[in-house]
C-alpha cells in the first residue's frame, strides 16, 4: 500500500479522541494585508513563529478519509488540523502559554490567520490555514519562506513583527503531499540567513530533506515515520525553543507531548520524531 495512503489510518480514531469545533459565534476581524517585506522597522531580535497548515483534505489529498466533517479541505472551523479539538486554532487558543490577539479572514488560498502572542517571552505566532485543495501552494511557501525568498511583515497593534522568512521560525503541519507530488523548482537560500523548521507530516524527514537542504533551515524537529501532526507537538516543542532550549531538548519535548495524547511509549515517541539532517 502506497505510504500517502497509509499515512492517515490512525486519524480516523482522533474524532472520537479529541475532535469539536471552537464556538460559532467566534468573532472574525477583518483587516487588510499585511504590508510588503521590503517595508523597514519590523523587530528583528524577535523569535517569532510562522506556522502554515494545509488543512486535512479527504478529496484533494492521497489519504484514505478521516470522518467527512473532519476531513473538509474548505472548512477550517471543523478540520482535523485546525477547529478540533488538537487542531492549532482550538489548542493553542486553550493554551496557558498564548494569549490569542486576533482572527484575520483571507482568500480561498490561505482561509484564515490567528495572532497569538506568548504570554512571558516577547513572541509571536502566526498560523495559516491554507484551504486542503492547494497543500501544493503551502509546501512551497514553507520551501520559499525558508530560504528567505518570501518574507512579509505584519502589523499587530501598532507594532510590526516578521514573517513567513521573516520569521525565525516556520513550521509546516498537515499531510505530506511530497509523496503524492514532485516539486520542480528549487529553493536556494537567498540571504544567507539560516532559520529554523518543524515539520509535523508523515515521514517529512525523508520526503523534504532534499529541498529544506537548499534553504539552510535547520530542521529542529521532523518525523522518521507515519504520525498524527497534530497541535500538541508543536505547541510543546515551542516552549523549549522559546525557552532558549537546545534542539534535543525541543525533539524530547514533542516527544513527551506525543507520547502523552498518542498513548504510545516516549521511546517509540522519540524514534518517530528527530532533530537535524
Known amino acids: 500500500m502506497h505510504l500517502s495512503v497509509k499515512c492517515f489510518f490512525l486519524l480516523s480514531f482522533i474524532y472520537i479522541i479529541g475532535c469539536h469545533a471552537t464556538p460559532s459565534g467566534e468573532r472574525e476581524i477583518?483587516?487588510?494585508?499585511a504590508p510588503t517585506?521590503?517595508?523597514?522597522?519590523?523587530d528583528?531580535?524577535?523569535?517569532n513563529v510562522h506556522v502554515l497548515v494545509a488543512l486535512c483534505d479527504n478529496k484533494y489529498q492521497g489519504i484514505v478519509p478521516v470522518p467527512a466533517k473532519i476531513g473538509n479541505g474548505q472548512d477550517p472551523d471543523?478540520?482535523?488540523?485546525w477547529g478540533c479539538g488538537y487542531g492549532v486554532r482550538t489548542y493553542f487558543k486553550k493554551s496557558s502559554h498564548w494569549t490569542f490577539i486576533?482572527?484575520?479572514?483571507r482568500d480561498g488560498i490561505k482561509m484564515q490567520r490567528l495572532v497569538f502572542k506568548h504570554k512571558r517571552k516577547n513572541s509571536y505566532l502566526i498560523a495559516d490555514a491554507y484551504n486542503g485543495m492547494?497543500?501544493?501552494d503551502c509546501t512551497v511557501d514553507f520551501f520559499q519562506s525558508c530560504s528567505g525568498r518570501l518574507k512579509d511583515v505584519l502589523d499587530i497593534n501598532g507594532k510590526r513583527i516578521g514573517i513567513n522568512g521573516n520569521a525565525s521560525l516556520i513550521a509546516y503541519i498537515g499531510h505530506d503531499g511530497l509523496m503524492d507530488f514532485?516539486?520542480?523548482e528549487s529553493f536556494q537560500n537567498t540571504d544567507g540567513k539560516k532559520r529554523d523548521a518543524i515539520i509535523l507530516a508523515c515521514i517529512s524527514k525523508k520526503y523534504f530533506t532534499p529541498y529544506l537542504s537548499q534553504t539552510q533551515a535547520r530542521p529542529l524537529v521532523w518525523s522518521t515515520g507515519l504520525m498524527s501532526p497534530e497541535a500538541y507537538t508543536l505547541h510543546d516543542a515551542l516552549n523549549a525553543y522559546l525557552s532558549n532550549q537546545s534542539p534535543e531538548a525541543m525533539r524530547s519535548a514533542a516527544a513527551k507531548a506525543y507520547a502523552k495524547y498518542q498513548k504510545c511509549s516516549e521511546k517509540a515517541a522519540r524514534n518517530l520524531l528527530v532533530t537535524g539532517f
Do not use: F, R
Not at 477583518?30 to 494585508?33: C, G, K, L, S
Not at 528583528?44 to 523569535?47: C, G, R
Not at 486576533?102 to 479572514?105: D, E, L, N, Q, R
Open 44 to 47: 528583528t531580535t524577535q523569535k
Open 182 to 184: 514532485n516539486l520542480n
Open 37 to 42: 517585506a521590503t517595508e523597514p522597522g519590523y
Open 30 to 33: 477583518v483587516t487588510p494585508d
Open 134 to 136: 492547494y497543500i501544493k
Open 102 to 105: 486576533k482572527s484575520i479572514k
Open 78 to 81: 471543523n478540520n482535523l488540523y
